[in-house]
């Protein structure tokens, strides 16, 4: 099997800037808004902070940026966004009927933190 070479510093320079436009994508194209009935995937106008899947792109994205290549270095930032994925993760959120307004503040607390760093 053939093992591939680290990426070079321009793959990694181009890693973190699709990363950085992807969080930032996330939470100024998405709608903090709370609607009143519940949204689902198949709804044409689905973009909102509030679906659980919008936090599975978000976990995935924080996850590529904190752990996989280990971009985010400052304690203090990787502590937080540490802390934000072990609760997005959690059977509490899991098992939240709906996601609350304190979810989303905090989810745009932690992309500002990670853009920060990246």
Known sequence: MEQKSPPSPQELSQERLKLKQH??????????????????SNNPSNKFKVRKNWFVELNAALWMAV?????????????EIQKFLTYITSEEFGRKPLTEAR???WANRVIDIAVAEL
């Not at 752990?67 to 502590?79: L, M, P, Q």
């Open 103 to 105: 979810d989303i503040e």
């Open 23 to 40: 969080l930032v994508w996330l939470k100024n194209d998405y709608s903090d808004e709370i609607p009143e009935e519940v949204i689902h």
């Open 67 to 79: 752990d996989y290549w280990k971009f985010i270095k400052k304690e203090e930032a990787t502590v």
